[in-house]
């Protein structure tokens, strides 16, 4: 299957990136690629296998509802590019 | 004395014996890093300064009583750059990440801590993890100290590399779908990626969750063995943790091999690998049939769809795990911009590599909910007949042997995207069925490193270290040092 330009597009904007229109054909190019490879699967017959999300198929690990310690917020905002009273700061 | 070219072992013994001090084992590593590091480039951050000053604490304190010692006290380490140290800069090799100096230490940094272990430096990789050569790193590429021409393997080349050229006695990287086992075979070392859940992923930037393990890369097995009984347990911080004792790996070694059953699955010694690199395989797996091991051929019928498999989870979970990559919290953030919006996109658009950029598009196409069916979805239900294929094998047989690559290290340049998807095809299924698997040097082929493959059982890594360490003690390829000069160009 092919991708379109279109989709690319849509796609880009989904996941919050920006295509230069120049670059649009490249990257439309590269993900058909990418999905001649695993359209192989189309080869298999999967109807009504159970799907694997975790290998141990494990359930939520629960814990009681205490208050403990974590990242002190200096820290936590340490990597920000600017902050004020213990806030991140966005310019708009 | 030499240090670099000893083992971890061999350096705890002198260091236990008080004939060399740690401070002198550092200061000859990095001696070792000034002359070299130019040409093999394995490292994005050096910590000589710190390195030094934490070498002499533990020298202060093996004067005092070397009792409790560990066996990494006072010996340096490389960590892959995905994997957080408290305030060392940590990149993932992306430019979004370029100036981020994590609050927190990673769990298995804690550990190493905990054990003396000194950290030098942090090392070089594809960006977030993201290729098989470490040619999409952001910052540098990483050399193959065979031969320089060529890639050392990825994501964790830069790690691969410094053990292999002994700018450290051993690294930590990490994989997702070959990323540790590939560059320790392209280097001519040993590498191992733990089952899923023995090693905490607290503080490893997260690539695909399902996937990532963080393991050591060493230059022999029992140096293997001795990284990770410092680096494995119980953590609550990682919810896919698993608790499965205190196992001393060390013991592994001195476990007699004699009839453990070895499958040879037949799709993984077919025409897509050079056969120059089978014959390799099969010329080590012969050593161990005499030692006692029991070899059988067997088939896994959907080992072709595997890598398929791996191409649609893999970056489905990573277009997810990298939406966190916002600029607004941490990380690069770029200067104009009019609405919250557009920060976003033009941060992710600006600092993000292609390669990325290309995962997470896909990742967010096979996760729409028009392609989810077709693809996502599909591929779970295939990673459950996966995991069927190897249950199936396990049932009669310890472990599987097979080529760690299917081919030679490359030329730097030589392979682009799906050619490079390629690299992983024999390494993924031990990342989807969440296995254990090793990789160690059996041969040289027009000098360079060939590598062996082993996989185990859940929790079977007793069962690969074993069978690793009597093929090793039975050869001498651990014992080949590169003289790291540029090979004769081949012709891109």
Not at chain 1, 41 to 54: Q, S
Not at chain 1, 56 to 83: G, M, W
Not at chain 2, 17 to 44: P, Q
Not at chain 2, 384 to 391: C, G, P, Q, S
């Amino acid at each position: 299957m092919k991708i379109s330009q279109k989709e690319i597009k849509h796609i880009a904007k989904l996941a919050k990136l920006e295509i230069d229109e120049n670059d649009v054909e490249k990257f439309t190019n590269q993900l058909t690629a990418i999905l001649e490879l695993v359209e192989k699967l189309n080869e298999v017959d999967t109807e009504g296998i159970e799907p694997t999300y975790n290998i141990y198929h494990s359930k939520n690990f629960f814990r009681e509802d205490i208050i403990k310690p974590s990242l002190e917020r200096e820290k936590a905002l340490s990597n920000a590019e600017e902050t004020t009273e213990g806030h991140f700061v966005l310019k708009i | 004395m030499d240090l670099i070219n000893l083992t971890i072992h061999e350096l705890r013994d002198l260091i236990r014996n008080r004939e060399v001090s740690s401070e002198e084992i550092v200061r000859s590593f990095l001696s070792r890093i000034e002359k070299l590091e130019d040409k093999v480039g394995s490292f994005i951050t050096l910590t000589k300064e710190k390195a030094i000053e934490d070498a002499r604490k533990i020298d202060k304190k093996i004067k005092e009583d070397i009792s409790n010692l560990s066996d990494l006290a006072g010996i340096p380490v490389g960590i892959k750059d995905n994997i957080v140290t408290e305030g060392i800069k940590t990149t993932c090799g992306s430019r979004i990440l370029k100036n981020f100096i994590p609050p927190y230490d990673a769990t298995v940094v804690k550990r190493l801590k905990l054990s003396d272990a000194i950290i030098i430096g942090k090392t070089n990789m594809d960006e977030f993890a993201m290729g098989s050569s470490t040619e999409n790193s952001a910052f540098k590429i990483t050399k193959n100290p065979w031969d320089l021409n060529k890639v050392p393997g990825g994501s964790s080349g830069g790690s691969a590399a410094a053990v292999s050229a002994s700018l450290v006695p051993y690294a930590l990287g990490s994989s997702t779908g070959g990323s540790i086992r590939q560059p320790a075979a392209f280097c001519g070392i040993v590498g191992l990626k733990p089952t899923y859940g023995l090693v905490s992923r607290y503080g490893l930037v997260a690539f695909a969750s399902s996937f990532d393990q963080i393991g050591p890369l060493t230059k022999d097995v029992e140096d293997c063995a001795i990284v990770l009984n410092s680096i494995i347990g119980f953590d609550k911080k990682d919810s896919t943790s698993v608790d499965n004792g205190n196992i001393d790996y060390t013991k592994a070694l001195m476990k007699d091999i004699r009839g453990i059953k070895v499958a040879l699955p037949k799709e993984y010694f077919d025409d897509k690998v050079d056969n120059r690199i089978k014959e390799k395989v099969l010329d080590a797996v012969k050593v161990l049939e005499k030692l006692g091991a029991k070899i059988d051929y067997v088939s896994l019928p959907f080992s072709e769809y595997a890598l398929a498999t791996y191409y649609i989870l893999a970056p489905s979970e990573a277009s997810s795990n990298l939406a966190r990559f916002d600029g607004v919290r941490y990380g690069e953030r770029v200067e104009n911009y009019n609405s919250v919006e557009e920060l976003i996109v033009k941060t992710r658009t600006k600092m993000f590599g292609d390669e990325v950029k290309r995962r997470i598009m896909i990742g967010t196409y096979f996760l729409s909910s028009s392609h989810y069916s077709k693809y996502y979805k599909k591929a779970q239900q295939m990673r459950t007949l996966i995991i069927r294929d190897f249950e199936r094998v396990f049932r009669d047989f310890d472990i599987i042997i097979s080529p760690t690559t299917p081919t030679l290290p490359y030329e730097i340049g030589e392979k682009k995207l799906v050619s490079m998807y390629f690299s992983d095809v024999l390494t993924v299924s031990a990342n989807i069925v969440g296995i254990p698997a090793i990789t160690l040097p059996c041969g040289y082929i027009d000098g360079l490193p060939v590598g062996m493959q082993i996989l185990g059982k859940i929790f079977g890594e007793i069962d690969i270290l074993s069978v690793a360490y009597a093929y090793e003690k039975n050869s001498d390829f651990q014992k080949r040092i590169p003289e790291i000069k540029e090979g004769i160009k081949s012709g891109v």
